[in-house]
């Protein structure tokens, strides 16, 4: 059982006793230097006691300090907003009861930098992390990612964003300010005193079977607050959407089935917006959409929803349901958020036709188009793995070498199921890169899970997760470009990852 004091209990003794893991090296002048704690905190979400959270704060030490924000009310971390070709120091302290370390999911750091298992630090530790902001402008997050802890730690409420801009979106004139909303979609299970529950409390089979499924909870909390409501005037606006939970897959859509209309995801903005009736959102993965509320009438509430779809295939029982944390099934239907319309006079604004320059998909640059790289979801005994193997701390296979410079596909292939327990959908990132989808071909047995998502996919910009329903498969176009060094490839289900469905892959200079 993680939750209540087991999980969220400080360590105030080894805070005293901080080591640094890393100095910050001389070479290296920011521009903007931040103190990133991991901290133990309570916070009133519901009636009656405090709920136990851990959560990072966050200081400006040196730079612009409105680089970083914390929402009131909410024990999600800082926002961090960046400008490309910043360089950014962070000191991280690490004042909870577990080794942890900082994955800032989506950016292209530098393999010190990227928030590697080998890299945790203890109780009372410290980790220095220095990287140029290279990426594109878009929405990106950070999160904990020290081995088999990053599914209670995210769940504990380590998360924060990184948001970044750049000069071709600051010519877009996109919706800033008050009308550019982030919102972080998690779910979460509570006991009768207001403490979050976590799953692997049954002993034996149901623990193991939950951590099979991924942690599934019953309340939807957006930003960390439950019955989130956004109080919108009648003008465009951008919405950033996040999904930062555990396990749980959402099929978001407003309520009266007017269309979505999508502007970046993962890696940014599109070329272009494009239409969907629904968009589907793995854990980690980000959409923006841009939405215009100026034709809605004063005081108008719109829901926006998860709707239901089939979650997995072969009569499975990996939908949860009574497992995963007793939530409801994977795939069912949810209320999301509600946005509320003010009393203002109407807002027009136009949405440009083109957003940004991303350049054309040529599979042929790779050297192995005809011989894809596998990336095969795979059993061993009762737990997820990547082609047979269970994530090793700093083991490397030989087809687990890439060469810097390189451009290849790499094809993620869901065809296995778990005896009874049949075959379910896995979000699988990468980081070092973004990476381009070629394509997605699905098995006709399981084709009525995949129809009930497949068209909220957006495949059409840069991504750093691509999710794999069951009898998927998906071809994605990377070159590893940026950096040389050993980063990871992984299930961004986090009971998933925590049970070793990661591995190392090295970019090789
Ligand atoms: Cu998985």
Redesign the pocket.
């Known amino acids: 059982m993680l939750g209540g004091t087991a999980l969220m209990g400080a360590v105030s003794g080894a805070v005293q006793s901080a080591q640094s893991a890393a100095i910050a090296t001389g070479a290296f002048t920011p521009d903007l230097e931040i103190e990133l704690r991991a901290v133990p905190d309570q916070i009133p979400l519901y009636r009656g006691a405090p709920t136990h959270v851990w959560r990072y704060r966050a200081k400006v030490i040196k730079g612009d300090e409105r680089a970083v924000s914390h929402q009131p009310g909410s024990p999600l971390g800082p926002v961090i907003r960046v400008h490309r070709g910043t360089r950014v120091r962070v000191h991280f302290i690490n004042e909870v009861s577990q080794p942890s370390v900082v994955h800032w999911h989506g950016l292209l750091v530098p393999e010190a930098a990227d928030g590697h298992p080998r890299f945790a630090v203890g109780p009372g530790g410290r980790h220095v992390y220095e990287f140029e902001v290279i990426n594109r402008a878009g929405t990106y997050w950070f999160h904990p990612h020290p081995h088999g802890m990053t599914g209670p730690q995210v769940y504990a409420g380590l998360t924060g964003l990184f948001i970044v801009s750049d000069d071709e979106e600051q010519a877009l004139s996109l919706p800033a300010g008050e009308h550019d909303v982030s919102l972080v979609i998690q779910d979460r299970s509570f006991t009768r005193d207001n403490q979050l529950q976590y799953i692997g409390s049954g002993p034996g089979m149901m623990g193991m079977m939950s951590s099979m499924t991924?942690f599934l909870g019953d309340h939807i909390h957006v930003n960390g607050r439950p019955d989130y409501m956004l109080a919108a005037e009648r003008r465009p606006y951008r919405l950033r959407l996040v999904n930062g939970s555990n396990s749980r897959i959402y099929k978001l859509a407003w309520h009266n089935g007017t269309p979505l209309t999508v502007i970046g995801t993962d890696g940014g903005l599109l070329a272009a917006p494009v239409n969907r009736p629904y968009v589907t959102l793995a854990p980690s993965e980000r959409i923006e959409l841009w939405v215009d509320f100026s034709s809605r009438a004063a005081g108008e509430e719109l829901n926006l929803v998860s709707l239901p779809f089939v979650a997995s295939s072969g009569g499975g029982m990996m939908g949860g349901g009574m497992m995963g944390g007793g939530g409801p099934a994977q795939g069912s239907a949810f209320p999301v958020l509600k946005v509320r319309m003010g009393q203002g006079a109407a807002v027009s604004e136009k949405l440009p036709g083109k957003l940004a320059s991303i350049p054309a998909l040529h599979p042929e640059q790779a050297h192995n188009l005809n011989t894809p790289r596998p990336i095969r979801?795979t059993a061993s005994g009762m737990r997820?793995s990547l082609n047979g193997r269970l994530f090793e701390m700093e083991g490397v296979a030989r087809d687990e070498v890439v060469r810097f410079g390189s451009t290849e596909v790499w094809e993620f292939i869901n065809e296995a199921g778990m005896g009874m327990m049949g075959s379910?959908?896995?979000?699988?990132h990468v980081h070092g890169v973004q990476f381009r989808v070629i394509d997605r071909r699905v098995h006709p047995g399981a084709m009525a899970a995949w129809r009930s998502v497949s068209e909220g996919y957006v495949d059409e910009g840069w991504k750093d997760t691509a999710l794999v329903m069951p009898g998927e498969r998906v071809r994605v176009l990377m070159r590893f470009e940026h950096y040389p060094g050993l980063f990871l490839y992984h299930?961004?289900?986090l009971e998933?990852?925590d049970m070793g469905?990661m591995r190392n892959f090295l970019i090789k200079a």
Request: charged share 5%.
């Open positions: 991924g979801v997820w379910m959908p896995h979000p699988i299930c961004h289900n998933h990852e469905m």
